[in-house]
């Protein structure tokens, strides 16, 4: 647990031994500075805590929110933190108390559970294509030799259990490659996403454009596919529950360190069930999100339909 205690004005008077250490400071090092000072936060979350803090101050109010904090040797930990507003006796602030419980090793846990699911994802795809999908091809050409073969009404019955086949076989194959996407890997992200759009086109019959910038180079292969699960969800979710007339997908830039990707569709709008809990869905979007330092964000748009945004840093 990293404890912070700072004055009104978002100056720290106390720092627990653990915060000190877990972020690879000495105590006196903190005294009398800013956590922004510090460098604790890149720039976009300093921006949004500096708000965050106003706010607090104003309202005394603070939802608990996860963050990234930099150590002093620039490594990140994401942390949930929690703030308290002490009172003076008139009723002025006094002191702001900020508990942070350390999520960085529950994250990586997380991601080891969807690396080894995209792993099971990627072996029972190749099986359905290298192994079912092969032996119904192979039906498929039996029948079709056998419709050559007879007359009438059976030659009638093969020709439409052919037909049924070839169904299953591209069904087969659709499942395969949601399964396991090549297309991340020998297109990058950029042009995965525009396959992504072509099939939601052409198995889908619904409108779809998509707009990549070309100036944005994501070389981790993990972070990629986490972004590309996240548009992938997100159009299920759409086709799936909104019935849209019309999907958009766009990878753009937002300043010089942040990305933005967003999936727009103009069909039913979202709502939450009978808890007010997000679906599981919506959930491991979240997490994905997290996992790459991004942020997630789903609304409602006002005509309608639903917007999916993922901001995520990037050089």
């Known amino acids: 647990m990293l404890i912070m205690v700072l004055d009104a004005r978002g100056r720290i008077v106390h720092v627990n031994e653990t915060a000190a250490r877990g972020l690879g400071y000495r105590r006196e090092e903190f005294v009398g500075r800013t956590p922004w000072e510090m460098g604790l936060m890149d720039a976009q979350e300093t921006a949004r805590s500096k708000k965050r803090f106003r706010q607090m101050i104003h ?44 999520l960085t090793e529950r994250l990586r ?52 259990i052919r ?34 759009a072509e ?10 454009v998509c707009q990549t910038a070309g100036d944005i180079r994501i070389t981790d292969p993990e972070k990629q596919m986490h972004l590309f699960r996240i548009a992938q969800e997100a159009v299920n979710n759409a086709l799936r529950h909104g019935k849209p007339k019309q999907v958009k997908l ?40 997290k996992l790459i330092g991004g942020r997630l964000q789903v609304q409602n748009g006002r005509r309608g339909g639903v917007c999916v945004t993922c901001r995520f840093p990037c050089a």
């Open 109 to 160: 846990m997380q991601q080891e559970v969807l690396r080894i699911s995209e792993q099971e994802h990627a072996r029972i795809g190749s099986d359905l294509h290298d192994g079912v999908g092969q032996i119904m091809t192979g039906v498929a050409s039996l029948l079709d030799a056998l419709e050559n073969d007879l007359q009438g009404e059976a030659r009638q019955s093969a020709g439409r």
């Open 199 to 208: 099939t939601i086109r052409t198995n889908f019959r619904t409108a779809c």
């Open 250 to 289: 766009s990878l753009q830039r937002h300043g010089e360190h942040e990305c933005v990707l967003k999936i727009e569709n103009n069909g039913r709008s979202i709502a939450k069930d009978n808890n007010g809990s997000d679906g599981i869905g919506l959930r491991v979007m979240d997490y994905r999100a």
């Open 59 to 102: 309202d005394g109010v603070h939802a608990p929110v996860e963050v990234r904090l930099r150590t002093k040797q620039g490594e990140w930990r994401n942390v949930e933190l929690r703030s308290k507003i002490t009172p003076n006796k008139d009723g002025t602030i006094d002191r702001v108390i900020m508990t942070a419980t350390d």
């Open 163 to 196: 037909e049924l086949v070839q169904e299953a076989i591209q069904d087969v194959r659709r499942m395969s490659h949601g399964l396991s996407p090549a297309a991340v890997r020998h297109r990058e992200l950029g042009g995965a996403l525009q396959l992504l």
